[in-house]
């Protein structure tokens, strides 16, 4: 591929274009507000994501929330590093593993439902400005919680709060919910080719 000063020319005439339409965009979009981010799909990278939203929010002095919901038998390295700042971050692993492990609905609704008690609390903190609800999707999806309250708890949380919501399978209405919803899909994963979970990449 050649460089020549007309390719140079209709290149610098697209981004001011561009530019301009994003600027334009920016100034007609002045609110702010408490956010709902969905992240859902068959694809990695949900919680990993959530997690690096915390991270961003923990930059700017934020303090924040997380619930695990599913997970819980094994410590994760976001567990690992995030425990390291209580004054700032509560987290909470409240899961009783992946349900092809317990194999016990009934435990399950009470893990998810002694979970949800803890975000309700979370959610009606104005002094929380991010909160990380793990794998909530899957509990809703199994009917491990009531979908009306959760999206009722929701939507009564404080004006200027956050929340990202992970899981697949996320239920329409919480999709309908929704400010930003996000589908991740998979192309490729190591395990269909015989490579475990491993530390810092899914654990």
Not at 173 to 190: C, N
Request: hydrophobic letters at 40%; one cysteine or more.
């Amino acid at each position: 591929m050649t460089d020549s000063p007309d390719r140079d020319e209709r290149h610098l005439a697209r981004m001011l274009r561009k530019k301009a339409v994003i600027d334009e965009r920016i100034a007609n979009s002045p609110n702010e507000c408490g956010l709902l981010l969905v992240l859902t799909g068959n694809g990695k990278g949900k919680s990993s994501s959530a997690f690096g939203m915390l991270a961003r929010a923990m930059g700017h002095g934020m303090q924040c929330g997380v619930v695990q919901f599913i997970k819980g038998r094994h410590s994760t390295g976001e567990e690992l590093f995030f425990r390291r700042f209580p004054e700032q971050v509560r987290f909470h692993v409240m899961g009783e593993g992946f349900t092809w492990e317990t194999q016990d609905r009934q435990r399950d609704i009470a893990a998810a439902e002694a979970a949800w008690a803890v975000s309700r609390a979370m959610l009606q903190d104005p002094t929380i400005g991010l909160v990380v609800l793990d794998e909530l999707n899957i509990a809703l999806k199994h009917g491990y919680l009531d979908l009306d309250q959760v999206l009722s708890d929701l939507q009564a949380r404080p004006p200027m709060q956050h929340v990202v919501v992970t899981g697949r399978g996320a239920k329409p209405e919480m999709i309908e919910m929704g400010d930003t919803v996000t589908e991740m899909g998979m192309l490729k994963h190591a395990f269909q080719a015989g490579i475990k979970a491993q530390k810092g990449v899914e654990l």
